[in-house]
């Protein structure tokens, strides 16, 4: 009874982390395009899948830059789909958005 208990939760928490867990890529400081895959307005963070398939996780900071057709946006406008090309700093494993522009 004691090991059937111990498998079940074992197996809970291996399916719970892959559930769970979207793997993000931590690249090098440059310039990448791609697609916001996900918006979270309370943590001021993106997620855009690069065209190489990486996913990039970005917190936003005071100084982030977002714009769009040349003019500066609030970060509500952001949306799921959206095709976005950002200037990104890497510190240590995180990655700085120094500019987001919305290219569509």
Do not use: H, W
Not at 11 to 37: D, H, K, N, R
Not at 68 to 89: A, I, Q, T, Y
């Amino acid at each position: 009874m004691k090991t059937r208990l111990l498998n079940t939760v074992l197996i809970s928490a291996i399916f719970l982390f892959f559930a769970c867990g979207e793997s993000t890529s931590v690249v090098e400081s440059g310039t990448y395009q791609g697609t916001i895959q996900e918006v979270e307005p309370s943590k001021t963070e993106i997620y855009v899948e690069t065209d190489d398939n990486q996913i990039l996780e970005l917190y936003f900071t005071d100084s982030t830059e977002l714009s769009r057709n040349g003019s500066r946006v609030e970060f509500s406008v952001l949306e799921e789909g959206m095709e976005v090309e950002v200037d990104v700093e890497k510190k240590g494993k995180r990655l700085n958005p120094l500019a987001v522009r919305v290219l569509q």
